[in-house]
């Protein structure tokens, strides 16, 4: 097992097979965060935080694009049961104990994007001497600096004023969801050879 | 103060929020209290392998922790130092825990936010935001480190800088920076630390200046307020040597009996082992130049 990604090749890039169960991984939960984002988005904007999430959702379709394209694809005959256990990991998982069914939709989405932003950092597994002009190298990093601002969407909200009378819920749900991210990514990444320490 | 045996030392515990770089694996700098200190040492919840919470913490929180970290340290006497971030749980702690305590040491520290403070921490927490953990560090270390320790280290600075950026996740940076937020003055309850106090300033510390620490001085009646000469805010990095020096004459001469705070304000040497000397007479230490002190 690895710490980092690698072996690296002898032009510093990471192996097809770790690039294509990372970036499955990573279009896994960010297309989620994408669908579930135009889900929420109402046509026509009443308030004026819904103007953060019109820009997630752009964000993450720029994401998975990204990685669409930055990727040295392998075929790779694992991701089929794989992608199975992650997508029905995203599935919408409102917060219950908030009685107001919209809000606990969208609190339950606030808490996946949460995990997905904050507890998965890509391209702090990148090892030093990565090719810096490697595409799919540069898209993890993008993808780390973006999920990073976009982060600030959901603490602003989880922080926010409507889910002040249910902290204690949010809060739970929040550490559950970061619990799940976690531990999918963990074990993606134990399934090509690399291990993280926690 | 005094210098004193060194064989055996009081335990001490330090709370901090920046911790200890390292290159490529080496240490750059020794961490001032290892080698010196039974110590136990929190980092406020920044740590990489600790479980942070994901979205609230509170300065009582912190306390809390410190307070079980404390307890680990059994009956004996302690010691407890912070910086920055770190010195103002420190002072939260002597404030609840007064009794604990056998001596306080409050580093780059701050009892209340002054406009500057107020608007350079907004400042930092927007630039996380905006431009991320690498931005959070580029911006401060040029402020709070010397020319003389930056000079040799600017190659190595990008390798410095990963590790701590590994290390350290942006929500958890950002959840410490707003749990300050709602930040309540201490000032009104600083006359409640009766326990022994060294608080010390870099002489160029420019996030938390000399008008700061002035505030604990005044106000913590056992207190002496020690000047660390050509340091910034991270002395502790820089001159860790001093540092544990200090700290270590310090809680040798609390034990010992022969401490005297008299709200004294003393110059550090500029290394360790070498005498400290009172502040001239006469002159106003919270000025940059020899400007006279004005009558009261």
Redo the contacts between chains.
């Keep these: 097992m690895n710490e980092l990604y690698g072996p690296l090749d002898s032009e510093g890039r990471v192996p097809p097979l770790q690039q294509t169960r990372i970036a499955a991984f990573l279009i896994s939960a960010h297309g989620a965060l994408a669908r579930q984002s135009a889900f929420t988005l109402p046509t026509k904007l009443e308030s004026a935080w819904q103007t953060e999430l019109n820009a997630q959702l752009f964000r993450e379709t720029e994401i998975v694009s990204l990685l669409m394209r930055a990727t040295s694809w392998a075929p790779d005959p694992g991701l089929g049961y794989m992608t199975v256990a992650w997508e029905s990991a995203w599935f919408p998982a409102p917060v219950y104990e908030i009685s107001d069914w919209p809000l606990a939709v969208a609190a339950g989405l606030a808490t996946l994007a949460?995990?997905v932003h904050?507890g998965i950092?890509p391209a702090?597994l990148l090892p030093?001497e990565a090719n810096p002009e490697d595409p799919f190298a540069m898209a993890l990093r993008r993808i780390e600096?973006e999920s990073?601002?976009l982060?600030?969407a959901q603490?602003l909200s989880?922080?926010g004023p409507d889910f002040v009378p249910f902290?204690d819920a949010?809060?739970s749900a929040?550490?559950r969801r970061?619990a799940e991210v976690r531990r999918l990514w963990r074990d993606m990444l134990q399934s090509v050879g690399i291990a993280i320490?926690? | 103060m005094s210098s004193t045996d060194r064989r055996t030392r009081p335990p001490m515990c330090s709370s901090t929020v920046s911790r200890n770089i390292r290159s490529s694996g080496e240490p750059i700098a020794t961490p001032w209290w290892r080698g010196t200190f039974g110590s136990r040492h929190s980092t406020c919840s920044a740590g990489?392998?600790s479980d942070k919470?994901?979205?609230?913490i509170s300065q009582d929180d912190h306390v809390a922790v410190l307070h079980r970290l404390i307890g680990e340290l059994g009956n004996g006497p302690v010691f407890l130092s912070g910086i920055s971030f770190g010195g103002l749980i420190a002072l939260h702690y002597a404030i609840e825990y007064r009794r604990r305590l056998s001596g306080l040491v409050p580093m780059s520290c701050f009892a209340e936010l002054s406009p500057q403070l107020l608007l350079l921490g907004n400042a930092l927490r927007m630039g996380l935001?905006?431009g991320?953990?690498g931005y959070l560090q580029d911006l401060p270390l040029p402020m709070n480190l010397s020319d003389q320790w930056l000079k040799p280290l600017l190659d190595k600075l990008d390798?410095v800088k990963?590790q701590r950026?590994?290390v350290n996740?942006?929500?958890a940076l950002?959840n410490l920076m707003?749990s300050f937020l709602d930040f309540k003055p201490l000032t009104p309850q600083l006359s409640s630390i009766t326990v022994p106090t060294m608080i010390v300033n870099g002489e160029f510390d420019f996030l938390t200046p000399r008008a700061l620490h002035e505030t604990l001085r005044v106000h913590i009646s056992n207190s002496s307020l020690v000047i660390i000469p050509r340091a910034y805010h991270a002395f502790t990095l820089e001159k860790a040597a001093l540092t544990a020096d200090l700290l270590a004459r310090f809680a040798e001469d609390v034990l010992a009996g022969r401490w005297q705070g008299n709200r004294a304000v003393w110059i550090a040497p500029e290394d360790a082992g070498r005498a400290l000397t009172p502040f001239p007479a006469g002159y106003d230490h919270l000025r940059a130049i020899p400007v006279p002190e004005a009558p009261e």
């Design positions: 949460h995990a904050a950092r702090t030093a600096f990073g601002r982060l600030q603490i989880l922080k902290r949010v809060n929040l550490e970061h320490r926690e | 990489a392998v919470p994901a979205l609230f935001i905006l991320g953990t390798s990963r950026w590994l996740d942006l929500y950002q707003e």
